[in-house]
Every structure is written in C-alpha cells, then in structure tokens.
C-alpha cells in the first residue's frame, strides 16, 4: 500500500493551480461543474441574473473602449500638430512614449486601491482622470502641454487593462473567461483601430482638437453611467452576519495531512458554508447599498504593491502572458506611430483621414480572431476537458495559439517590407490586418490561460503583465526613430517578425512542462491567495 506521502504527491501532482472538473461524468450526461463554485448568497455576483451580469459588464466594455479611443487616436493628428505647432516627429513620439509610461506606473498606484475600496471608485476616478486629460489634449499648445496630457492620459487609463479581467473575474465562471475576454479585446480592439478612422474625418472636416472635445463628451457620459448604473463586484461572503473569505477550494490544506485537496473534494466543505449562509436569510441589497461608493476591507494595501513583481518574476504563466501579450501590443504601437509617420508623405501622400482608415484592416482581422480566442476557444477546452475524464487544465487553451506564430509575423513582415518598399498600400492592409487577427486571438488566449491558472490574484498578475507590457512600449517607441535610422525599415520589421515568431512559441514548453509548473508555484500561490482573500470588511 503506499505511504501518505507517496499518496499526497500524487495528488500533488494531479491537483494543480487552475485544475478543475468542469464536467460531472458520474452524473447526468455533460453536466457542468461551476467553478468557481457559487455561494447561496443573492448578493454574490456570481449568482447574479443574466441582464445584471450584462449590464455590469457592458459599462465595463464602454468603459475600455473609450479608454482605448482616447489612448490611440493622438496619432491620426500628427501630421496636422507638426503643421499647426510646430512639433517634430520626436517631440511626438516621445509625447506617446509617456503615455505608456504613464500606464506602466499607474497600475502599481491604483491597483492597491481596487483591493482595498473595491472597484466602483476606481472606476470613476479612472473616468474621471481621462476626462480631464482629454480636456488638456484639446486645449494643447507647448511641448509641456503635450507632455503633461499624455502623462496623465496614461495614468487615467493604466487601471483599463486590469480591472476588466478583475471584474470578469468577480462575476463569471472558468468555462466563460475566454469569451468575456475576447469581448473585452474586441471592445479594446474597436477603440484601438475604429477610434482613429473616426478621428481621421473630425480632424479633416473639425480639426484635430474637435477629435478631444467629442471624448470629452463621451467620456462625460461614461461617468455618469459608472456612478449611477455600475454596481460593486467585489464580493465579501458572509458567514453568520461576519464578512469572511474563504481559503480558494483548489488551495486548502486539509486538517491531517496538509494535502492539497482538489475541487471535486472540497465541494462538501464549501457548500456547507453556503447554507449557513442561507440559514442567515441574507436580503438582496438595495439599490443604494448597490452603489455605495467604497467597498472597503482591511486588505493590505502595500502587499500588492510588491506581488505583482513577485509573481512575474516566480509563476511562468505570468511570464508568457506578460511577454507574449506585452510584445503584440508594442509591435502594434510600433506599426501605428510608423504609418502615421511614413504614410503622410510619397509614395502614399495620406491625409489624417487615411491613416485612419488603416486601421480598418485589423480591426477586421480582430474581429475574426475575437471568436477564435474566445468562444471557439472555450468550446475547444469543453472537447478536450471531456476527453480528459471532464478534468480541465489551462494548457489545453494553448493549443489554439500555435497557429498564431505563423500568422501574426506574416503580418508583421508584409506591413514592414511593404513600407519599405513603397508598395500599394493594399498589401500593407493585408499584413495589418492578419495583425489584427493575432492581436485579438492571442490576447484573448494567454489572458484567459493565466486568468484560469492563478484566479484568486489575477489581478496582482495582471500588474505585472501590463507593466512590462508598457514598460517595453515606452523603451520602443522612445529609442524608435535611432532604431529606423539604424537599421532601416525593412530589416526593423525582419527582426520585429522573427522575435515575435520566437515568442510566440512558448505555448511548446507550456504544453509540455505547464503543469509541473504550476504544481511547483502551488504552495507560493496558496500562500499569496490566503494573504489577499482572508480579510474581514471593516
């Protein structure tokens, strides 16, 4: 017979960080498991209905797009600012050098606070910030302006990539992330590639500061949406009228051997504690109480300040997703700042209008890679969960992003040699587009991957993940104009394509060693996962 430890790593080994049972097979067929599993509370939002899940989530989605319309249209109107202020090319590419800056160091400031007052204020100070930054872009007149706008631009919008996932988090189930997800990127995405096309025609028939004042506008009515109509989704569950968090079902020691239990083991345990809060007869809260402005806990505010870094360094996860979603979105800055430098003059001659049309091609694109990434994604790990014995393990996502490694550097290298080449702006709309397709689809895949491995600190994970991500677009973008002059455009985009190729197979050692990993990162997780959800609301 074998020894308890024998016994307790094999169920190490099986029971990792992100494994669950999605899939009862000793019940009725294709029954799904929740996970994460929810309480009989009405308040806690996994439980809440339908319309209210989709009206939450729909703010959240305005909410980024206008984020993401406001942190990408300034480069449809550089060739008008050069005429009319007299900036250069470098004076604005480093004005979007510290935009990025800006949202590296904005999500270590404010994150912390999502944790401790909970998200609505966030929220609204998120809002607030970028309304007031749209105001100063639109009155901009010295460098200092220019410089001073886009920093608090980026400060305003750092929280936009995080909070989103935290908030998808709050509210929907393992077998939902990739879906959710690839509607938060297609909503990133249309703000990102449909802000500038309509920015193009407000800079031509308004001007280019009219393109400010109409986000001045629609940000206005964002915030009134979020004070009004967005509603708390940090959850505190209560146990006997006391807030508590209960330790993550896939983390708890039991009381004998210290083992990790799985899902399926601890469901007993956990439904228990949801009928003693039925038997409190909890009330749904009121519309008042719903909106409250601060959800406060006595969380720790300082220990999120220095996990994030912990865990981008320690959990591989976190290190693909940060590099792989990370490097995308600064090649996609580095190919907008170049068309909106290089295509305003021969062979192409485009006026603010067609370099906002550009940005049609992968928006398209995106719009196909939103369903690869996403529902096709969550239905392809239903298949292979089944197949498994209804057992789902988050690197059965991956799979889904190999093809992507060839797609995403074809559209990379048509775009670069294209320019280089002056050919018909045709093909280097074909090659932004396949961009697109990538940018969607892998971002929806490696944010859903890490989102499943490591839940209960997506969003100390996510800081990490979007500090390097801007942290890498500041350093490109600002060394950019050397980088060209160095090495010309075309060999920029062949080394651009090939590190990008390079990246984007890290999916092969994941789909080999991932789960090792996370067993070995599981008691380092367990730790920082009882540290953030054991705290009581004051």
């Known amino acids: 017979m074998a020894s308890a430890n024998e016994q307790q790593e094999r169920d190490a080994a099986f029971w990792a960080p992100g494994t669950v049972a999605l899939e009862d097979l000793h019940q009725a067929r294709d029954q799904l498991v929740l996970f994460p599993t929810p309480s009989s509370d009405p308040n806690d939002p996994l439980n809440w209905s339908t319309a209210r899940k989709a009206l939450n989530f729909t703010l959240v989605s305005f909410y980024v797009l206008w984020t993401f319309v406001q942190l990408d249209i300034g480069f449809t109107a550089w060739g008008p600012m050069e005429t009319d202020l007299g900036f250069t090319f470098d004076n604005l590419s480093m004005g979007a050098g510290i935009n990025y800056a800006g949202l590296a160091v904005g999500c270590i400031f404010f994150i912390p606070l999502v944790h401790r007052y909970g998200r609505r204020p966030i929220y609204i100070f998120s809002v607030t910030l970028q309304l007031a930054s749209c105001i100063w872009q639109a009155k901009v007149h010295t460098f200092g302006d220019l410089i001073g706008s886009n920093l608090i631009s980026g400060l305003g919008g750092a929280i936009s990539e995080i909070i989103a996932q935290i908030t998808i988090a709050d509210m929907f189930f393992v077998h939902q992330h990739a879906t959710m997800n690839g509607w938060y990127v297609i909503f990133q995405s249309t703000g990102a590639f449909l802000g500038p096309v309509a920015s193009g025609y407000i800079t031509v028939s308004q001007g280019w500061r009219w393109m400010w004042w109409w986000c001045v506008i629609f940000f206005g009515v964002t915030l009134l949406c979020v004070i009004f109509l967005f509603e708390e ?306």
């Not at 220095?306 to 979603?325: D, E, G, K, M, S």
């Not at 995106?366 to 969960?385: E, N, Q």
């Not at 490109?476 to 090495?487: H, I, S």
């Not at 190729?501 to 050692?509: G, K, S, T």
Request: proline share 6%; net charge positive.
């Open 233 to 538: 989704s940090k959850y505190i569950p209560l146990v006997g009228g006391h807030g508590v968090t209960p330790i993550p079902a896939s983390q708890r020691p039991n009381s004998t051997g210290g083992k990790l239990k799985s899902e399926n083991e601890d469901r007993t345990d956990r439904e228990a504690a949801a009928n003693r809060v039925a038997q409190s007869d909890i009330k749904p809260k009121t519309y008042r109480q719903r909106m409250a402005l601060v959800t406060t806990t006595d969380e720790s505010i300082w220990q999120h300040v220095y996990q994030p870094f912990i865990t981008l360094l320690t959990f591989p996860a976190v290190t693909y997703c940060a590099i792989t979603y990370g490097t995308t979105l600064c090649w996609f800055a580095v190919m907008t700042s170049l068309q909106a430098s290089y295509m305003i003059y021969v062979p192409y001659n485009f006026s603010a209008i067609g370099i906002g049309l550009m940005n049609l091609p992968p928006f398209l694109g995106a719009l196909l890679g939103f369903p690869f990434g996403g529902y096709i994604c969550d239905k392809f790990i239903m298949r292979l969960s089944k197949r498994n014995g209804g057992i789902y393990e988050p690197e059965m996502r991956l799979w889904l992003a190999l093809p992507v490694a060839i797609i995403s550097p074809a559209g990379i290298l048509m775009f670069g040699i294209g320019i280089a080449h002056g050919v018909s702006w045709g093909l280097l709309a074909v090659g932004f587009g396949f961009f697109g397709f990538a940018l969607a689809s892998v971002g929806a895949i490696s944010l859903s991957y890490l989102m499943d491995c490591y839940q209960d600190i997506i969003g100390d994970a996510l800081v990490g993940v979007v500090f390097m991500r801007n942290i890498l677009s500041v350093i490109v973008l600002l060394v950019l104009t050397p980088w060209v002059e160095g090495m010309g455009l075309q060999n920029l985009h062949v080394l651009i394509a090939l590190i990008n190729f390079v990246i984007l197979l890290l999916p092969v050692p994941l789909l080999v060693w991932g789960k090792r990993a996370r067993v070995a990162t599981a008691t380092r997780y367990k730790k920082m996962a009882q540290k953030q959800l054991s705290h009581r609301a004051i």
